[in-house]
């Protein structure tokens, strides 16, 4: 089903106005989202716009919600309702109203995994199931890696609104991690300096209708593999949260409201205190959808391991110290299946 030489986009494959979806994209069974979903929700914590009068009591929040989901809300953390608009609208409107030739200026390369740009697949093997899902990949921090020109030109304030969405969101991570490291009784930089300078990637997600969603996943199950991502979703809602065996979705808020979802490298670094959150997103057939995570990873070359104040004789590091890229090197080429990548750095008890 190749339409040219490029690789696919998924929202060619549902404007051609399939009935069904090609084979390559067809969950096996075990995987399909065929489960009566939760009435559960992933916590809600309110920053109440950081006041230091209030922080002894959002800390016990966070650290509540860290431990028990590894991914809840938060609302009034100082990001404008408006600016998380913005990114959310700029999206849609290069999906939606750009030509393919347009978006195909900003291909990223199918040969390199996470490179920047438009593109559909994940992973660098071939023989997985695909997610119907098409994104756009930014390169926003360190700063040295952040070249505007190398994103939509359209709508016009498109490479602005990233960029402002970019330093606004690694400063929410920052404090995020701040919290969570006082938690768990750490200094406040612990976290953020053991994931060191922040390597921030955007990914603008755009899942199109799918005439099949009861066979199909807008994103495979994964854990996010960086140390914190920040997520922003439209009203059409599809992300769900994995909870003691069950998929929890995650209903869209609106407002300034971001899903914060923890990440391997400080499941290591909170040696399991606090576990990364299993999720994937469903795709349905009215309506696309479209979301907004922001990675915070290691450089590729910081070496990760559980903070020693939270380990002990009676307490034995978990986890093995993995060098960052090797950890992201593994992840795309065997692909995230769940947790088996930070599952494969557990140390014999
Ligand atoms: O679209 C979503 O809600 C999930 C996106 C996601 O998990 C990711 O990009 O890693
Ligand atoms: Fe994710």
Not at 24 to 41: E, F, K, L, V
Not at 51 to 58: E, F, G, H, I, L
Not at 186 to 214: H, K, M
Request: with cysteine.
């Amino acid at each position: 089903m190749e339409i040219s030489a490029e690789p696919i986009r998924v929202q060619s494959l549902s404007q051609a106005g399939l009935n069904q979806v090609p084979p390559q994209y067809i969950q096996p069974p075990q995987h399909r989202p065929n489960r009566p979903s939760s009435s559960t929700n992933i916590p809600l914590v309110n920053l109440f716009g950081l006041d230091p009068t209030r922080r002894d009591s959002v800390r016990t929040s966070i650290g509540q919600a860290c431990r028990d989901w590894g991914a809840f809300h938060v609302t009034n953390h100082g990001i404008p309702a408006s600016i998380v608009d913005a990114i959310k609208r700029a999206g849609l409107t290069f999906f939606n109203d750009s030509s393919v030739e347009d978006k195909l200026n900003y291909a990223c390369d199918p040969s390199s995994s996470a490179s920047e740009g438009y593109g559909s697949r994940m992973l660098e093997k071939d023989d997985t199931v695909l997610d119907w899902r098409d994104y756009f990949d930014h390169h926003t921090l360190p700063l040295r890696r952040r070249n505007p020109t190398r994103w939509p030109h359209f709508p016009a304030d498109y490479r602005q609104v990233v960029s402002e969405y970019s330093d606004r969101i690694a400063s929410l991570a920052r404090e995020l991690l701040g919290l969570a490291s006082e938690s768990l009784g750490l200094e406040t930089r612990r976290l953020e300096e053991a994931v060191g300078e922040f390597w921030q990637n955007i990914t603008i997600s755009y899942y199109p209708p799918c005439p099949q969603p009861e066979l199909t996943l807008g994103l495979q199950a994964h854990s996010d593999f960086g140390a914190i991502t920040l997520l922003v979703q439209d009203e059409v809602g599809g992300l769900e949260v994995l909870k003691d065996g069950e998929w929890v979705p995650v209903k869209p808020l609106g407002g300034d409201a971001v899903v914060v979802l923890l990440a391997d490298q400080t499941e290591i670094m909170t040696n399991g205190k606090y576990r990364s959150a299993q999720h994937r997103a469903l795709t349905n057939s009215n309506q696309a959808r479209l979301s907004v995570a922001t990675f915070h990873d290691p450089a590729k070359t910081v070496k990760v391991s559980p903070a020693s104040e939270l380990t002990s004789a009676s307490t034995p590091p978990l986890y093995r110290e993995v060098v960052y890229g090797d950890y992201v090197s593994s992840w795309y080429t065997k692909g995230p299946e769940g947790k088996r990548n930070i599952d494969a750095l557990l140390l014999e008890p």
